[in-house]
């Protein structure tokens, strides 16, 4: 559904993006995760077809976005970072406006208006000027604008930066509902709403791809992945009792925190037989974790 082969966007001398080729299949929720100014806007407005890249291609649907941008952006919806729209309208004013603007008139496009509002609760603000919204409201109307044409394929620019935690979840409820029969693209800097959202994520950084791979492939890589850590009163104590366990590679400790963590040696599950050596040599311990990586 959507393809990139080299994508490049220079901006004088300065790469912003440097030859990213990526492929998303029908149903992926893809997240671009990376730091500020890794490039991961910049990447989106292109496919959304708002910026001209400098070099390469990306294609939505089929559809080269230079060659055929009528038909690709009718398939796309596209939430720019923060939500921008037009203050001074109303809700119900932008949705109206929006829904002619992707030529839904008439009974078709008040179904489609009607079914947006109800999804993200605009009912009670239909009637206020956007600019006296809270943050939480401007992101749903922006997010309504991007879905009310039912499109195949989403891009959404830190769909939920700057929003509460019960915000966060709403809008990641709604990503998730609508991940059965949509493509999605979601840029995001925080690592939970990669778990939460996405089935594949693409790590960037400086404008190029460091890692592809679902989360669960990430957090493997990670050192800490399948370590266990525990925090115990009498560190010696612990220490000791660890020493007994023989698929231990290496441990760390942070007195500062009274916490050890042992990392096993390569492919081994050592949860177990630390818990049960604690226990043999009742040492108090007051928490004890495996970590996800
Ligand atoms: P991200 O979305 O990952 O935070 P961006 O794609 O917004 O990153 O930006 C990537 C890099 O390109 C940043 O270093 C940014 O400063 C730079 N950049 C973005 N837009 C422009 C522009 N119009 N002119 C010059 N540099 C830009």
Redesign the pocket.
Known sequence: MIETRELSKR?GD?T?VDAISFKVEPGQVLGFL?P????????MKMLAGFLAPTAGSASVAGFDVERQPLEAKRVLGYLP?GAPSYGEMTVREFLDFIARVRGLHGEAGERRSDDVIARLHLEPVLEQPIDTLSKGFKRRVGLAGAILHDPKVLILDEPTDGLDPNQKQEVRSLINSMARDKTIII?THLLEEVHAVCTRAII?AA?RILADATPAELEARSRYHQAVSLTAANLEEAKAALARVGDIASIEVDPQDNRITAFPKPGRQIFVAVSDALKAQQVAVRELALEGG
């Open positions: 901006y300065f912003a990376g500020n100014g890794a490039g991961k806007s910049t990447t970072e840029s960037i404008g």
